[in-house]
Nanobody, 124 residues
Framework: QVQLVESGGGLVQSGGSLRLSCASSGLTLAHYAIGWFRQAPGQEPEGVSCLNVRNQDFYIDAVKGRFTISRDSSRNTVYLQMNSLKPEDTGVYYC??????????????????RGQGTQVTVSS
């Protein structure tokens, strides 16, 4: 059974940092494009960053220069390092499989594998 499990969320003050982890069992993440999505209350999920199998990455403008996505194949984990956090970064963050063509952003695959998410709250 495939599982994606996120961790690393929490409450942080504005300007702080968090590192989110997306670990998998049953899925070799190095073989998939993986994206990080966030969903704020009352809003649709948005793909904030993704990484394909060629190590090409994508970031939405709102997080460029602050967030970094990476993969550690030895740990079968994808990370999202989030620095200089802002209150508008608050939301539930989850990882999911995405299409590898990133020029159109992070698009979940038709039947994505995804985790349950981890809450990130940034206080002002």
């Amino acid at each position: 059974q495939v599982q994606l499990v996120e961790s690393g969320g929490g409450l942080v003050q504005s300007g702080g940092s968090l590192r989110l982890s997306c670990a998998s069992s049953g899925l070799t993440l190095a073989h998939y494009a993986i994206g990080w999505f966030r969903q704020a209350p009352g809003q649709e999920p948005e793909g904030v960053s993704c990484l394909n199998v060629r190590n090409q990455d994508f970031y939405i403008d709102a997080v460029k220069g602050r967030f970094t996505i990476s993969r550690d194949s030895s740990r079968n984990t994808v990370y999202l390092q989030m620095n200089s956090l802002k209150p508008e970064d608050t939301g539930v963050y989850y990882c999911a499989t995405v299409y590898g063509y990133l020029k159109q952003g992070c698009r979940r695959t038709d039947e994505p594998y995804r985790g349950q998410g981890t809450q990130v709250t940034v206080s002002s």
